[in-house]
């Protein structure tokens, strides 16, 4: 938990992309003919250190491993140097950026090893194989259930309770316009009031007096008062968040509580960029990212569930992250037609 937090905090002060991770060995980069490839992705990207190095000892490959800010900033990082990547493999594009990546052309195809292992509903490029999805988590509504059980009010279940005056200025989300989880929240109300009424509902929470913040990193460690520090007990966060605050402590019911009526699905992927240094090397990243190992390590380092059939979870996962049964969702190509005019929109009514 204080490998993750640090880590968490370096990233969010970190200008650009900053190279972590495992050391190239001569510092030439993967686009110099030696044996390193490069992983670009955002600040909540993590792996166990065995994990790593067994891939580094099997493939004979070093990874070098660059995090950006959140999964929007480093989207649109990459599509502004996709003539010349700053790695060869991407991970962190999701489903509500995902077109933004395709039709930018910063992906080359590539179908990995082990996709029968991946649920067909999961793989949203199958057709070209230009990403390979990798996990999957649900971006809720997360709540501090000391805080709701010291003011005796029941914590809010659904989009509805957020704009109920009982909740006034009690929750914080992510920027729509930079970041992947804010999108998501963004999404799930799109689809629970159709495009007629989500402006609606949008004004509603603004005047409700919603607070807004850059990125998910901002959002759950500086403002919520779940992790400890914010004055909010209200955050945008996962499913799977709670499981983050209780894997050491083990309490008997979990600290932070999920609204399970909010929630939307997001399935993020892999892919190797466009005009890579390391093409290989990048094939046997993706092969590695949704292979049995790093599965198996994915959920308790960045609390999502993996992608791969049969894997199993960790009790404490389970114990204390949410099952959601019936998320929000929409087809890509909705999300396509209309995400620019929604964030646009969002940000008229929301920041500005």
């Known amino acids: 938990m204080k490998r993750i937090v640090t ?19 001569d510092g030439s980069g993967s686009g110099s003919g030696d044996k390193s490839v490069t992983l670009v992705t955002h600040d909540s990207f993590a792996v166990s250190d065995d994990v790593l190095e067994a891939f580094e000892k099997q493939s004979g490959y070093k990874v070098d491993i660059l995090k950006g ?21 991407f991970f962190g594009i999701d489903n509500t ?14 179908e990995a090893k082990g996709l029968d292992r991946i649920p067909e509903e999961l793989q949203l490029d199958a057709g070209e194989h ?29 989009f509805d309770d957020l704009a109920d005056p009982r909740y006034q200025d009690l929750l914080v989300t992510e920027n729509a316009a930079t970041s992947s989880p804010g999108l998501a929240f963004l999404l799930a109300t799109a689809d629970a009031y159709g495009e007629d009424g989500w402006e609606d509902y949008w004004s509603e929470l603004r005047d409700n007096g919603v607070e807004v913040v850059d990125g998910w990193e901002q959002a759950y460690y500086e403002r919520f008062s779940g992790a400890g520090k914010g004055d909010k007990p209200l955050v945008v966060s996962y499913a799977s968040s709670p ?16 609204a399970t009526g909010t929630c939307f699905r997001q399935i993020e992927f892999a892919g190797l960029l466009a005009n890579a240094g390391n093409t290989e090397g990048g094939k046997a990243l993706i092969d590695f990212l949704i292979g049995e190992k790093f599965q198996q390590d994915m959920p308790l380092n960045m609390f999502v569930h ?47």
């Open 306 to 352: 993996p992608v791969r059939e049969n894997t199993e979870l960790p009790e404490v996962f389970t114990r204390y992250g949410e099952e959601i049964a019936d998320p929000h969702t929409l087809d890509p190509a909705v999300v396509d037609d209309n995400r620019e005019q929604w964030i646009k929109t969002w940000t008229s009514l929301v920041v500005k």
């Open 130 to 158: 230009r990403v390979t999805p990798v996990d999957y988590g649900d971006v809720c509504v997360n709540y501090d259930r000391a805080y709701f059980e010291e003011k005796d009010l029941d914590p809010p279940q659904t």
């Open 69 to 89: 800010k959140d999964a929007g900033s480093a989207v649109n990082q990459a599509v502004l140097s996709k003539d010349n990547p700053q790695g060869d493999v």
């Open 97 to 110: 950026l995902l077109s933004r990546g395709l039709d930018n052309g910063i992906f080359t195809p590539y």
């Open 7 to 25: 880590t968490a905090l370096a990233a969010s002060l970190a200008v650009g992309l900053a190279a972590c991770g495992s050391d190239s060995g």
């Open 243 to 258: 499981p983050v605050l209780d894997m050491e402590s083990r309490p008997k019911e979990a600290t932070t509580g999920v």
